[in-house]
């Protein structure tokens, strides 16, 4: 059986050395064993020693070595799981996005989610089309209303997948689509926001299965990022939300897979814009460091090698069981964001809290959020700034419905908006 074995497995390599990857495929890395040419007109271009992506372009505009065999990514765990070591600063990133050496007492960015292009999108990554409610005008309305009357200055515009390609898995933009969404972004772009959050709405998953891991391909996944990036290059303003809320993966092939899409995105000629990078267990704040997604993230760079402008992007509600979803607040978050602030300083690293929030007409919550965001302002060096949740179609009754009341023309904010989410970025 010795020899059959060796036979196979010279066919196999022979296989794979003749073959070639698609577009946006993995071409290279840690552990790969597939094919190493790309489909003509691509190229494999080396993002970082663990993965290597067909790219558009000629091997000749840069180097086509594939990376040195080094140690795994991370132990593989799940979001049950939690991993025997995290990175220390030594293990750390040499090139590291640029972290200011003080606090400066106020983040950079406060806003909030314009919700609608994510309506009917469940955390199973299913998302029903027709439950989709582009916010259109109203939306673009609110966005002016808390750029100009609260000082807001980033605003984060969730949509599903499904939406975007409408229902084609793998597909181009759907140009209907897309054009409803791009209108909200353009609404945006020209509020005065200095930054509009594109995010992936499907907690890494297309209808119930996870991408690359039994799911959409990393390069279904790509090839969306891509198309995206080259729809929104020219703007520094927009930043790039990877995927809402990830959860029950294992976070080491969760970050090849995000890898992949930030090779895309910086491929597409997107070089300057934020990439928001999101970890295991809905992204939780309080959870990030313990389950692995810093270490694990931590890894994922730009084509150069750099670590520029990717940023971990956390999620924290304040209810029981911090799934949001419950009117009464009953902490704080205080200690968990300052052990993740202490992580980031150690490891030369910045985050943003795209999603957090709490009953508006709680007197707790009201007290309670306001304390979360002093401490992001206390620690404004690694924490880029917030966007609570959520206004956009959230009726004014939605328990966190942070959708100002439009009364005669004019707008009223829910408290919680007024007193912390705008008034601790003042």
Same mark, same amino acid.
């Given at each position: 059986?010795?020899?059959?074995? =060796?036979?196979?497995?010279?066919?196999?390599?022979?296989?794979n050395?003749?073959?070639?990857?698609?577009?946006?495929?993995?071409?290279?890395?840690?552990? !790969?064993?597939?094919?190493?040419a790309?489909?003509?007109g !691509?190229?494999?271009?080396?993002?970082?020693?663990?993965?290597?992506?067909?790219?558009?372009g000629s091997?000749?505009?840069?180097?086509?070595?594939?990376?040195?065999?080094?140690?795994?990514?991370?132990?593989?765990?799940?979001?049950?799981?939690?991993?025997?070591?995290?990175?220390? +600063?030594?293990a @750390?990133?040499?090139?590291?996005?640029?972290? $200011?050496a003080?606090?400066?007492?106020?983040v950079?960015y406060?806003?909030?989610? #314009?919700?609608?292009?994510?309506?009917?999108?469940?955390?199973?990554?299913?998302?029903?089309?027709?439950?989709?409610?582009?916010?259109?005008?109203?939306?673009?309305?609110? #966005?002016?209303?808390?750029v100009?009357?609260? *000082?807001?200055?980033?605003?984060?515009?969730?949509?599903?997948?499904?939406?975007?390609?409408?229902?084609?898995?793998?597909?181009?933009?759907?140009?209907?689509?897309?054009a409803?969404?791009?209108?909200?972004?353009?609404?945006?772009?020209?509020?005065?926001?200095?930054?509009? #959050?594109?995010? =992936?709405?499907?907690?890494?998953?297309?209808n119930?299965?996870?991408?690359?891991?039994?799911?959409?391909?990393?390069?279904?996944?790509?090839? &969306?990022?891509s198309?995206?990036?080259?729809?929104?290059?020219?703007? $520094?303003?927009?930043?790039?939300?990877?995927?809402?809320?990830?959860?029950?993966?294992?976070?080491?092939?969760?970050?090849?897979?995000?890898? @992949?899409?930030?090779?895309?995105?910086?491929?597409?000629?997107?070089?300057s814009?934020?990439i928001?990078?999101?970890?295991?267990? !809905?992204?939780?704040?309080g959870?990030?460091?313990?389950?692995?997604?810093?270490?694990?993230? $931590?890894?994922?760079?730009?084509?150069?090698g750099?670590?520029?402008n990717? #940023?971990?992007?956390?999620?924290?509600?304040?209810? $029981?069981?911090?799934?949001? %979803?419950?009117?009464?607040?009953?902490q704080?978050n205080?200690?968990?964001?300052?052990?993740?602030?202490?992580?980031?300083?150690?490891?030369?690293?910045?985050? =943003? &809290?795209?999603?957090? *929030?709490?009953?508006?007409?709680?007197?707790?919550?009201? %007290?309670?959020?306001?304390?979360?965001?002093?401490?992001?302002?206390?620690?404004s060096?690694v924490?880029?700034?917030?966007?609570?949740? +959520?206004?956009?179609?959230?009726?004014?009754?939605?328990? &966190?419905?942070?959708?100002?009341? &439009?009364?005669?023309?004019?707008?009223?904010?829910?408290?919680?908006?007024?007193?912390?989410?705008?008034?601790?970025?003042?």
């Amino acid at each position: 059986m010795k020899s059959t074995l =060796i036979a196979v497995a010279a066919a196999a390599t022979a296989a794979n050395a003749a073959a070639t990857q698609s577009a946006y495929g993995q071409c290279g890395g840690t552990g !790969y064993s597939g094919p190493t040419a790309c489909v003509s007109g !691509y190229f494999c271009q080396v993002g970082n020693p663990y993965y290597s992506q067909c790219v558009p372009g000629s091997a000749s505009t840069t180097t086509g070595a594939k990376p040195t065999t080094v140690a795994p990514v991370s132990t593989t765990v799940t979001s049950a799981t939690k991993p025997t070591t995290v990175a220390s +600063a030594s293990a @750390a990133s040499t090139t590291v996005s640029s972290v $200011s050496a003080a606090a400066t007492g106020k983040v950079q960015y406060a806003g909030v989610n #314009i919700a609608g292009f994510d309506f009917g999108c469940g955390t199973d990554g299913t998302c029903t089309t027709t439950s989709v409610d582009p916010p259109g005008a109203a939306g673009i309305a609110q #966005i002016k209303h808390f750029v100009t009357d609260d *000082g807001l200055n980033a605003f984060r515009l969730p949509v599903g997948w499904q939406y975007l390609v409408n229902n084609n898995l793998g597909g181009t933009l759907d140009a209907t689509n897309f054009a409803n969404y791009d209108n909200l972004m353009q609404g945006c772009l020209n509020s005065g926001a200095a930054m509009c #959050i594109l995010d =992936i709405h499907n907690y890494a998953r297309w209808n119930g299965q996870v991408i690359g891991q039994g799911g959409p391909t990393n390069a279904q996944f790509a090839s &969306l990022w891509s198309q995206l990036a080259t729809k929104y290059k020219s703007n $520094s303003k927009v930043a790039f939300g990877v995927m809402n809320e990830p959860h029950d993966l294992t976070i080491g092939t969760w970050a090849t897979t995000v890898q @992949a899409a930030v090779t895309a995105i910086r491929a597409a000629g997107a070089t300057s814009q934020k990439i928001l990078l999101p970890g295991t267990d !809905y992204t939780s704040a309080g959870n990030f460091i313990d389950n692995g997604s810093a270490a694990a993230l $931590s890894k994922v760079t730009n084509t150069d090698g750099s670590t520029t402008n990717l #940023i971990f992007d956390v999620h924290k509600y304040l209810d $029981s069981d911090n799934s949001g %979803t419950h009117a009464t607040c009953t902490q704080n978050n205080v200690a968990a964001f300052q052990t993740l602030g202490n992580y980031l300083r150690t490891n030369k690293r910045q985050a =943003i &809290l795209s999603e957090t *929030g709490g009953g508006s007409s709680d007197s707790t919550c009201l %007290t309670m959020v306001c304390q979360e965001l002093d401490e992001l302002n206390a620690y404004s060096d690694v924490f880029l700034g917030w966007t609570g949740w +959520a206004a956009g179609m959230f009726d004014t009754t939605y328990v &966190l419905s942070e959708t100002p009341m &439009l009364s005669g023309g004019v707008y009223t904010d829910q408290p919680l908006v007024k007193q912390c989410i705008a008034g601790k970025f003042h």
